[in-house]
């Protein structure tokens, strides 16, 4: 069986950055990891970062683009947000979003158990 496992969460001040991990478990290239999702408490969860398997498109939220980046470590399957000038608004659990190797570009099919973002002011 196939998990997702993200790594990466902290409690930081404002200002402050952060860098997230996500790889895989089981049968490691079965799925891709390649979006982030964040859900803050009382909120929905919503779309901070994708990127295509090949790497070439990548999208971002507004609300972090500019501090975000998203990338990817193809050898070892593992992918990476860099935060950077977090807010206290960034605060929220973070997941990993994978897709299957037919999926369309930001379309997700396994999604991992979140890590923990504080940032505090």
């Known amino acids: 069986q196939v998990q997702l496992v993200e790594s990466g969460g902290g409690l930081v001040q404002a200002g402050d950055s952060l860098r997230l991990s996500c790889a895989t478990s089981g049968r490691s290239f079965s799925i891709y990891p390649l979006g982030w999702f964040r859900q803050a408490s009382g909120k929905e969860r919503e779309f901070v970062a994708g990127i295509s398997w090949s790497g070439g498109l990548t999208s971002y939220a507004d609300s972090v683009k500019g501090r975000f980046t998203i990338s990817k470590d193809y050898p070892n399957n593992t992918l990476y947000l860099q935060m950077n000038s977090l807010k206290p608004e960034d605060t929220a659990v973070y997941y990993c979003?994978?897709?299957?190797?037919?999926?369309?570009?930001?379309?997700?099919?396994?999604w991992g158990q979140g890590t923990q973002v504080t940032v505090s002011s």
């Open positions: 979003a994978a897709s299957l190797p037919s999926s369309r570009y930001r379309q997700y099919d396994y």
